[in-house]
């Protein structure tokens, strides 16, 4: 099994230090909702969000999409080999069903994440999306992986059957990869990883990194029973 | 060089027997448009859309964005081995520059879509994206690939050595991917195609037949200068 974490992703509500703002209560009030109770978006309220910390980091729901929509479609998960799961900067872990069909419009899909962040699953009379309190290092102890990599762009370079070496299919392999635009991890996974490795030399967007080691992990589990004739 | 072509693509301006819809036309005039000038959004247009021929296939602008977005930051394109390009219902075909910086931002990329239709190539002072009248087979016959595959669902399955026997990293390989989301191809893609191969037995939505010919193809020719130590 693939473990997939985005890891430290910019995906959170309007923090309080900036929800009085007149054009987050403007959106709120279109929405039928509290200021607090929307989704950080860069794209809307770029203005207002200069005031907080790492600021031109955050508010970025895009890349939880992107990569949510890439990977729930992936050979991988239609055959139930991948459990992908998303990690926030406020730690956060939403836990998504395999089975969980991700909606193809963005507002709608920022949409929902409204509501997850509000009742704390979706949709309602039947979850696939969970969130729930915890850490990195809480979520990696539980999945009790037999190996962790971490991607980075200046991680180690390595062949495939490295990076598998000694796993069979019925092991997990955890692999963190970061749901933030640019910048550096905040949680600590150096210490959570058996290995930091790299894709390629250069910064990727992080479905790039998603979609390359799903792929890695079907070309080494799945191909003979899939890919080839 | 792997040529890319996402066939068929459901993005396409208003069709004018719908211009004249009155929430088209509130869309419009709030966008300073006129109605025939807007972007077809299946998301937001779908009542009116009903009137149309083949409307629970078209308005899928969303397709072609996280096709996009993935295709132009893969490895093989920044290495410059791929060339993305987009072929629509109405045989219009969107030469993509590799350089090119697509939006993240969904209501963003749409704009830029609108701004293409309309002056024929974006952004307007450095050109990276340009819309001209072809049809796939013209689109094809310019390209002069040594091999054309076409992927679907119920393709051959095939090795990735097979896909690539007699094909150096210098010759051209044009894949077909289709831009829509379900149902059949409206260009005639058989008689295109030395090859009809498919990744998977189940149906795929475009983005991970994409990322998944881009990725064969880096393995197959960049894996050694990239991906290895």
Redo the contacts between chains.
Sequence with gaps: MLHLILADSELETVPLEISSDKSIGRKARKRGRRPTELILDS?YFHRPMKKLDDSERRG?P??VH?CM??AL???LN?EDFLRFSVHTRQDKIIEVDPETRIP?????FVGLMEQLFLTGEVPPENPLMKIEDATLPEKVKEVKPEKVVTLREDG?????ENLFRELSRKDDLLAIVGGFPHGEFLSDVHSLSDQIIR????T??A??AV??II?FYE?EHLENS????
Excluded: A, M
């Design positions: 794209n970025r895009d890349i992107v929509l890439t479609d992936s050979p239609h193809r419009s963005y507002n709608r180690e370079r390595i062949r495939r894709i390629y030399p250069k990727l967007e479905v790039t979609t390359h792929q070309e899939l890919f080839d004739g």
